[in-house]
């Protein structure tokens, strides 16, 4: 019986097939369906809720819908892993419930969670969301339910937007540059949220459309939540720079009469990250170094990789540090556990499983294997695979060893014949030409995919796609695929890639702004004239520059102060293709110089405001001859975020 029919579907999404269907049923029977721990730990506590668990900006525009995954219910459908429709089940608890005494959370109107901690004045906020809007929304259940006393301390546990973006929603600025409010985050925090979204922003955007299924519909046939959480919000993000930096395990600080004693630890889930325990509470926060399922050592929108060693290592620290004198364990994203032998389990099996996934890549590497063939070779213990948080909804262990070895030995695998192999187009040719024609080729892919051999009939469509982009049956052949694919993944982010993949072959890649328009402000002011020209100097189109030689004058003026004292000046000098900035030197004198305000030069590098527009505004201005700076100008790249992922881009 085949998964499709034998013509392709046309442009619609369908039900999965028998193969999906028999899959699903073999994963589950290897499930450890008796342990209903999280199903009790997800409900434990709950004190009020937000109904319909819906936030809206002032606008009226909706910004956290949980409301539209209400079809989460019963036994699992064909078209959706067992193990991943279990964790959307759980992932639909929200509201506010209490940890311990003095330690609540408001889980299920973001990404993450907020965490508030009950102060002597009001109250210690740690990571509060992704946007405004949801932050203020959680806040204001808290105070409904706990009393209207003030924000006094907030503390950020790493750098990703959705654990500090929403800061402005809990505390005002001016509060916490006075010194009344202090903000604490680990050494790094501010340049590492500044600077992960800059360089590769376009594209890790673009990829994350892909990685956590934003364009998809909501349904069994489309998006079922992301794993770790339900969705994105997607309001107003911001950003405010600390006052107190974590640099070292041990730092002590007391916040609003509560004693917060941290553990430092960079280079795990995120490059500034850390953990911090609550002695009166006998409370231990473990930011999201510890989640209720696999994590990413390699994250599909694209990041560096990340240390699975030093990654187990500091759990087993915080294991050893904490484990004995806590009670209740809270993490960013999910639901307390409670009891230290829970917490110790917990605790142990995630040491356990970065550690030989990092382990396991290394000895099968020393053997001589490459990343593909360890992602094939490596299987889980039983101990640790039918441990419901080790399961992959989020993270997957054959993405993972991979990381593993990129870590330690980059992308070569040791082949000489991939030193230097065709680009995907000329590849495709020839394949397609060897195995007789285009037609052909799709139809061994039919074959292939109504037999189940969906990775298969994946890369011989990928060839034929490669050489044809617009041929109509073998792109919806691979929609077919990509769905079937999709439909059998237990990984959240590997579903929506397939699946937006699916979606973009039948209805094309979306078009859209300039990678600009949107920028939050908070992240502009939190770069440096510096970081601002090396975007600038990404946008630089090399071949065109590389004839070019142009010496400009930079002032920047600090915002707010119109075009008055410059704060910062450089000269930007383009030459052999290659755009850099140092501090002027007293013997070059450029023919021109802009004059403008940090934020319009964030604005111009970033292509979102023309040059002439912020001369009107009187947000810049040239003094001399702007020949040179014009002549720059044009030699830039537009960057919008729309290129083609599933078939090669020609753009």
């Known amino acids: 019986m085949s998964q499709t029919a034998d013509t392709p579907s046309g442009n619609s999404s369908h039900e999965a097939g028998s193969v999906t269907a028999r899959r699903h ?138 654990h500090f973006g929403g800061v402005k929603g809990v505390v005002d600025e001016a509060d916490v540059r006075s010194g009344r409010i202090p903000v604490v985050a680990p050494a790094g925090f501010y340049e590492h949220a500044v600077s992960e979204n800059v360089s590769a922003g376009v594209a890790m955007r673009r990829r994350s459309a892909f990685m956590f299924g934003g364009p998809l519909p909501k349904g069994a046939l489309g998006h079922v939540m992301n794993g770790s959480c339900a969705a994105l919000a997607t309001g107003r993000t911001s950003l405010i720079r600390p006052t107190h930096e974590v640099s070292r395990t041990g730092d002590e600080l007391v916040l609003d009469g509560v004693r917060f004693v941290f553990q430092y630890a960079p280079d795990t889930e995120a490059p500034a990250e850390m953990n911090f325990h609550l002695p009166e509470h006998r409370a231990l926060c473990m930011a999201e170094l510890i989640s209720h399922h696999m994590h990413n050592l390699y994250t599909l929108r694209g990041a560096p990789v990340r240390d699975a060693a030093a990654w187990s290592t500091a759990i087993d620290d915080a294991l050893r540090l904490y484990g004995d004198v806590s009670d209740v364990m809270f993490i960013g994203h999910g639901w307390p556990v409670w009891g230290q032998e829970q917490i110790a389990e917990l605790l142990g099996m995630h040491r356990d499983v970065y550690r030989y996934l990092h382990d396991e890549t290394l000895r099968l590497a020393n053997h001589g294997h490459t990343p593909n063939e360890i992602a094939e070779l490596i299987e889980l213990p039983d101990s640790l695979d039918r441990h419901w948080d080790n399961r992959g909804t989020y993270g997957a262990t054959r993405h993972n060893v991979k990381a593993v070895y990129q870590h330690y030995l980059g992308w070569f695998d040791g082949n000489p014949a991939n030193l230097d192999p065709l680009p995907p187009t000329r590849a495709g040719r020839r394949y397609i030409e060897l195995m007789g024609g285009i037609n052909a080729v799709v139809g061994h892919a039919r074959t292939a995919h109504d037999a189940g051999e969906g990775r298969w009939a994946a890369e011989l469509l990928k060839h034929a796609l490669a050489a044809d982009p617009g041929h109509e049956a073998a792109r919806l052949l691979q929609a077919d695929v990509f769905e079937q694919l999709g439909h059998q993944s237990e990984a959240a982010p590997w579903r929506n890639f397939y699946l937006v993949g699916a979606q973009e072959l039948r209805h094309g890649a979306p078009s859209g702004k300039p990678s600009g328009a949107g920028i939050s402000p908070d992240l502009i002011a939190g770069m440096t004239t510096d970081a601002i020209l090396d975007y600038l100097a990404i946008r630089l189109n090399g071949p065109r520059a590389a004839g070019t030689r142009l010496r400009i004058g930079l002032e920047v003026t600090a915002d707010g102060s119109g075009l008055g004292p410059t704060s910062d000046t450089r000269t930007v000098i383009i030459d052999n293709g290659v755009l850099r900035h140092r501090q002027p030197i007293d013997t070059e004198t450029p023919a021109g110089t802009l004059r403008i305000t940090h934020t319009a030069l964030a604005h111009l590098a970033y292509g979102s405001v023309p040059l002439d527009e912020l001369l009107t505004k009187d947000a810049a201005a040239v003094d001399g001859d702007r020949t040179d700076l014009d002549t720059l100008l044009t030699l830039l790249d537009t960057f919008t975020g729309t290129f083609e992922t599933v078939v090669p881009n020609h753009r």
């Open 25 to 162: 049923a073999a994963a589950a029977r290897g499930l450890p369906w008796e342990d209903r721990r999280a199903f009790e730990d997800a409900r434990r506590g709950r004190l009020a809720s937000i109904e319909p668990p819906v936030v809206r900006d002032a606008s009226g525009r909706v910004v956290w819908d949980l409301a539209a995954y209400s079809f989460v219910e019963g036994e699992a459908p064909v078209t959706v892993h067992p193990s991943l429709w279990r964790m959307a089940q759980l992932l639909r608890h929200h509201g506010l419930f209490e940890v311990t005494e003095g330690v609540y959370q408001v889980r299920g109107y973001d990404a993450a969670n907020m965490t508030v901690v009950v102060g002597e004045r009001g109250y210690v906020v740690i990571d509060p969301l992704t946007c405004v809007e949801t932050s203020e929304a959680a806040l204001e259940l808290v105070r409904e339910q706990l009393g209207d006393r003030p924000v006094t301390a907030v503390v950020h546990t790493h750098g990703h937007l959705d």
